[in-house]
């Protein structure tokens, strides 16, 4: 039924905004909550949030596939649990209540209890995140870094190209869009500096990301092929992984980020499914060296998604700095996913994982701070006239992101952080 989801042609009668990222096709996942009521799961339509919680308790939904619990929780998690296949025909069975070709939602004297606009209910995190990983996965971000701080002749180490390389993070700073953060504290160690120093990072970055959720996986032990792994992804979601470059320079070795990144990673509200996605899949770069048999893939697996970033000082306008594309990636989610458990490791449900930073060819599409201005030697233009080389206090920056073919726009919002001075 998810490829008549799918379907271009397919009309809502809820009014939608032509350019609107929550489409019919789309029929994201979240949590929000409004009034004095609970946290509950909803899905986003035009400018509206639909209840699932009320819309089960009327009677839309099967009652012998899910509970009045699924819906009316605090994360997605317990919904979830329930698998790709009956998470696919929710998605489906809700896409045609909202359609033109049923009329049994729309003549519901319900609506007051069922529709919510969107500005004016409160989003919450939408999974509570067990495990997260973040990897290393656009060869042009690695080439850049690798061109920056090593010989531009061997900018890409020798594993690089041989696997998705990633590391642990830390999942309880894990946000939403919307929660401010105040800029990290640590040690840092300048070139022509005897001794490090401690105090506020002077090198605030952000890096332009997606992520994805998992459903549980396989016990441990057993590992996910690359041809399985969309069987066990629930969907995406908007991520900047903030970063503190300074204090990043000066730990990273032996063991890789730490207090560089732990400090806070924020996501966007809504989860965009994989069935919705499934239009826009487009092929990936020729992978030289050939890559080991459990990294092979067939068919298409990146993901043709316009990415933009925004900085907003405090008293000022937006100025877009990035127009990137998750299409850029080198190695693709269902590769991560299969290098993930290759040794055994096992997956849980709401694991998230996270791209790495998406940065395309040209100058223009970098997907850091550290990148656009060259590690700061190339100060960007604010439409306010003052200059960015990293990110200062009270700052805002805003990711935004959406796929489009024949049509039909399915996105996923966006999310949305300012930056307080430390504390």
């Known amino acids: 039924m998810s490829n008549k989801t799918n379907d271009p042609s397919r009309k809502s009668w809820i009014d939608i905004p032509a350019d609107s990222d929550f489409t019919i096709q789309n029929i994201p996942f979240g949590i929000f909550s409004y009034a004095d009521k609970p946290k509950r799961v909803g899905v986003a339509i035009g400018d509206f949030v639909l209840d699932l919680s009320a819309l089960y308790d009327l009677g839309y939904l099967d009652i012998n596939a899910f509970s009045h619990d699924h819906f009316e929780a605090e994360y997605l998690n317990q919904l979830m649990k329930l698998g790709k296949t009956a998470l696919t025909k929710l998605r489906d069975d809700v896409a045609y209540l909202l359609s033109t070709e049923c009329d049994d939602l729309k003549l519901s004297t319900k609506h007051n209890i069922l529709l919510f606009p969107i500005d004016q209910v409160q989003m919450h995190l939408p999974v509570k995140v067990g495990d997260y990983t973040d990897f290393y996965s656009s060869e042009d971000h690695a080439r850049n870094v690798g061109t920056m701080f090593r010989d531009p002749n061997n900018a890409l180490l020798p594993n690089w190209k041989h696997i998705p390389v990633g590391y642990h993070g830390r999942s309880s700073s894990i946000i939403l869009s919307g929660q401010e953060i105040h800029r990290p504290k640590g040690q840092m160690k300048p070139k022509d500096a005897e001794q490090p120093s401690f105090g506020p990072c002077k090198l605030l970055d952000f890096e332009l990301e997606m992520a994805f959720v998992t459903f549980d996986g396989k016990p441990l032990g057993q590992s996910i092929s690359t041809e399985e792994a969309e069987e066990y992804i629930f969907g995406m979601m908007l991520f900047n992984d903030w970063s503190a470059r300074d204090i990043q320079t000066w730990e990273y070795v032996p063991l890789g980020p730490f207090l560089a990144k732990n400090f806070a990673s924020s996501v966007s509200p809504w989860v965009v499914t994989m069935d919705a996605l499934e239009p826009f899949k487009v092929p990936g770069p020729i992978q030289e ?93 604010m439409n306010d006239g003052s200059e960015r080389k990293f990110i200062h206090d009270l700052d805002t920056v805003i990711m935004r992101g959406h796929a489009e073919k024949d049509g039909v726009r399915v996105g996923f919002g966006e999310v949305s952080t300012k930056v307080l001075p430390a504390i």
């Open 289 to 381: 060296p050939k890559v080991f048999p459990y990294l092979e893939y067939s068919g298409n697996k990146n993901i043709d998604i316009n990415l933009e970033v925004s900085i907003q000082p405090e008293k000022g306008p937006e100025t877009v700095i990035s127009k990137s594309n998750y299409k850029h990636m080198y190695w693709n989610y269902a590769q991560q996913l299969a290098h993930h458990t290759i040794n055994g490791c096992n997956i849980n449900v709401a694991d998230m994982m996270a791209s790495g930073t998406i940065s395309g060819p040209t100058p223009d599409s970098y997907g850091s701070m550290l990148e656009l201005s060259w590690r700061g030697t190339k100060p960007l233009k």
